[in-house]
């Protein structure tokens, strides 16, 4: 089994910024993509970004840049910074991993950005 979990969520004014973390264990030997997605009241969970295998990384348009994920390998552990905030990014932030077999998906955390 595999267990993610989130920090770093918040409330922060818009043009403000906030550092996501997601902190992966059990068994991990491999994966395809890790990374972050987020569902806003009322909406589909949608990607945010990810980072692949390879160590490429994947964004959605309307985060490109305002907002970069990273990888420490030795802490298992992906962030995500995201600068220059919008009203419209409030959501709940969700880490997931795509394993070899299975796919997981952490818990999520709160994101609020005021206006």
């Known amino acids: 089994q595999v267990q993610l979990v989130e920090s770093g969520g918040g409330l922060v004014q818009a043009g403000g910024s906030l550092r996501l973390s997601c902190a992966a264990s059990?068994?991990?030997?491999?994966?395809?993509?890790m990374g972050w997605y987020r569902q806003a009241p009322g909406k589909q969970r949608e990607l945010v970004a990810i980072?692949?295998?390879?160590?490429?990384?994947n964004y959605a348009d309307y985060v490109k840049g305002r907002f970069t994920i990273s990888r420490d390998n030795a802490k298992n552990t992906v962030y995500l910074q995201m600068n220059s905030l919008k009203p419209e990014d409030t959501a709940v932030y969700y880490c997931?991993?795509?394993?070899?077999?299975?796919?997981?998906w952490g818990k999520g955390t709160l994101v609020t950005v005021s206006s």
């Open positions: 997931n991993l795509e394993g070899t077999q299975a796919i997981y």
């Open positions: 059990g068994r991990i030997f491999s994966f395809n993509t």
């Open positions: 980072i692949i295998r390879g160590g490429g990384t």
